[in-house]
């Protein structure tokens, strides 16, 4: 026991207790602790927010020449393929929470799926968003909107670069909740708290992309 | 969880309040509607409602704690929280890649380029070294 720091080992000492979990009258540490977390994430969002509105009242006229190259459309549909993926997540979180790691039928029967192949389409989905975030970056680029270009600029790849950043890490997550599925003999109630909690942050981030749309290409 | 569930949501209902209040003395002013504080507060009502909801969530889903007991004892909290890592040196290795991405970002993009395998292969030792095979926990 020398080298255990914590008040807890490693091993289990109650049996009927799945590790990881805590006792089942607790709530669970990890989620508890991610929730919290996802509301200081949130004030980091709000930071943006609010350098958004501030160079935006400051610079008027910039807002109504800058606006017009956004192609709200485009964004729309970006926007309803991540929303999309936020489904399919928790669906994948279902099975999780079921003991289901992976598909006990056959690939097309979606039914049958778990928690891996729900996970994979979220990522096919959040990879589309993000591919259709840089090529939207390409046209703004093209159209002489970049960093340093103006104040505009800063504000459009500062917002929506750092959400870019927060759904790329979203993606490399989901890469190691599947992976552990497949270097674990069996699937435990930690990797399933290891899902759950992705799940919170990828809806997390989603809702903030919902409201990030709507203050750059509906309020404008 | 229902205190919990109550001081986060009194923080929320506070900013809320705030912010009301905020905007419509900004509006009055010379300068017109501040929306910088307007947002913030409004945001902060978020962290507030969020915790708060979640907090009320989990404690309809769990049984009452030893801490809900006003007359609850501090060993009745005694037993298992989960698992914590006896030791590790993956935290070690994922700051000090962390550290270097960001010192490479800070001097030249180069040694973010060099730091960047040694931050995956952190992170991927950090996330899967208890699930490992039979052992996994």
Redesign the interface.
């Known amino acids: 026991m020398a080298?255990?720091?914590?008040?807890?080992?490693?091993s289990?000492?109650?049996h009927g207790?799945p590790?990881?979990?805590?006792?089942?009258?607790?709530?669970?540490?990890?989620?508890?602790g991610t929730?919290?977390w996802?509301?200081?994430e949130?004030?980091f969002?709000?930071g943006l927010?609010?350098m958004y509105?501030?160079i935006?009242?400051v610079a008027p006229n910039l807002w109504a020449e800058r606006t017009a190259e956004l192609n709200v459309p485009y964004a729309a549909a970006n926007t309803l393929v991540l929303v999309i993926s936020s489904v399919w997540c928790q669906l994948g979180v279902f099975k999780a929470e079921a003991g289901i790691p992976s598909r006990t039928g056959k690939l097309l029967q979606v039914g049958s799926w778990g928690m891996r192949e729900w996970y994979v389409l979220t990522y096919i989905f959040g990879s589309i968003f993000v591919a259709g975030q840089v090529l939207e970056y390409s046209e703004m680029f093209s159209a002489g909107i970049s960093l340093d270009s103006d104040a505009y600029g800063s504000m459009f790849y500062l917002t929506t670069g750092f959400h870019g950043l927060h759904v790329t890490a979203g993606l490399?997550a989901f890469l190691?909740i599947i992976?552990?599925t497949f270097?674990?003999?069996?699937y435990?109630h930690?990797?399933a708290t290891g899902a759950i909690v992705t799940s919170y942050y990828w809806h997390f981030v989603d809702v903030v992309w919902i409201a990030l749309f709507a203050t750059i290409y509906l309020l404008k | 969880m229902k205190t919990e569930a109550k001081l986060f949501v009194f923080i929320g209902l506070f900013a809320v309040t705030m912010a009301v209040i905020y905007g419509i003395f900004t509006a009055q002013s010379p300068q017109g509607l501040e929306p910088v504080g307007l947002v913030a507060l409004i945001l902060t009502a978020g962290l507030g409602i969020m915790c708060g909801f979640f907090f009320w969530w989990t404690g309809r889903k769990t049984d009452l704690r030893p801490d809900d007991d006003p007359d609850g004892d501090i060993a009745a909290i005694e037993g298992d929280y989960g698992f914590f890592s006896p030791h590790s040196w993956w935290p070690l290795f994922l700051g000090a890649a962390c550290g270097l991405v960001m010192f490479g970002a800070a001097v030249g993009w180069w040694l973010v380029i060099l730091a960047m395998p040694l931050l995956v292969l952190a992170v991927i030792g950090w996330t899967f070294e208890y699930f490992k095979g039979e052992d996994a926990i």
């Open positions: 080298d255990v720091a914590t008040a807890t080992t490693a289990r000492s109650n207790i590790a990881g979990h805590g006792p089942v009258t607790r709530p669970n540490m990890t989620a508890v929730m919290v996802l509301s200081s949130l004030m969002f709000a927010f609010a509105f501030t935006r009242a490399i190691l992976g552990r270097t674990s003999k069996k435990t930690h990797q």
